[in-house]
């Protein structure tokens, strides 16, 4: 009796135990989330107070770099500008060694179209001649009447008559075989100006490989190529619009969000004078690797980022240092009212 009371009491010690502990789980849990949820509003009050984002980042023009390669492998003939020049679209950079062959070859198909040209006086020429031929059979034909008159009245021979018949016959050869030469000749000749035409084009379309042209209004950045250098496809000459100067930063994937156009930057190095104001103009849509790694050599590899241009404003000095590197400061917190009013 005495054992059987000691086990139910032990049983609701262990029960009244389990509910205790269940119960202390409950409200640790319930203590937890609650420091969960307030830990994640106070970051993301956080994350909404952040006046800016900085990003590594680097010069580049408007246009950026142009790499201006040969349609063709050849050898270079001449360079025709230095590092600095100012160019515009269309301008010769760079000769190849075909160039003056090339140019040979289509002023001798010039001289075909010319030869072509002259097709119509050969048809009037063959004209002329068909005429003549023309009188010549009527005259064998009236010749041919006449010795039938006086064959028939006894005053001619009979071989007078059959001579003259055979004129006759050998007129309208003679005439068959102009006409013929006539329509061939008419034929040919718009043929020939149009072969003569497309020759002309083609051999403009080969002189056009061994020039280098600039393909856009900007400034030569860069000379990769000397006379006599065997070319193929790497580029010879880099040329970009310096007149309007870009910092290209890569903006870590989880900050991008952070970013919209419009928004004022400052790029700055110790390159420069001064930072160089800017504004935030396109905004990539590809997540890549970095590329810049800023002064430090052994500075972080792999980094997902976005690529955000910003235009920065007239600076001489940046002009001359494509490719330089810094910091992009973007201006994440909101504008005042007034500034918006204003801006818009």
Known sequence: MEAGIATMWQTRQVGLHLSVICLLSALLAVACGDA???????????????????????????????????????????????????????????????????????????????????????????????????AELEFAQSEVESQKNLSAKGFSAGHELRDARLRVRRSEEQLAEAIALLEHLEASAELQVREARNKILQAEARLEETVVRSPLDGTILRVMTREGESVGNAPLIQVGTIQSMYAVAEVHANEVRLIQKGQSAVFSSPALEAPIPGTIETIGQIISGNAVSGVDPSGPRGLRVVEVRAMLEPNELAKRLTNLEGELRIRTEPRPTSEVDVAD
Do not use: F, H, M, T
């Open 36 to 134: 969960i949820d307030a830990q994640a509003a106070r970051d993301e009050k956080k994350r909404s107070l952040r006046r800016s984002v900085v990003a590594l980042a680097r010069l580049e023009p408007a246009s950026r770099v142009v790499d201006v390669a040969s349609a063709k492998p050849d050898v270079v003939k001449q360079v025709l500008v230095r590092e600095g020049n100012e160019v515009i679209q269309g301008q010769v950079l760079v000769l190849l060694a075909s160039y003056p062959l090339q140019s040979a070859e289509l002023e001798q198909a010039q001289l075909g179209l010319e030869r072509a040209n002259l097709q119509p006086l050969e048809v009037a020429a063959q004209r002329a001649r068909l005429r003549a031929i023309e």
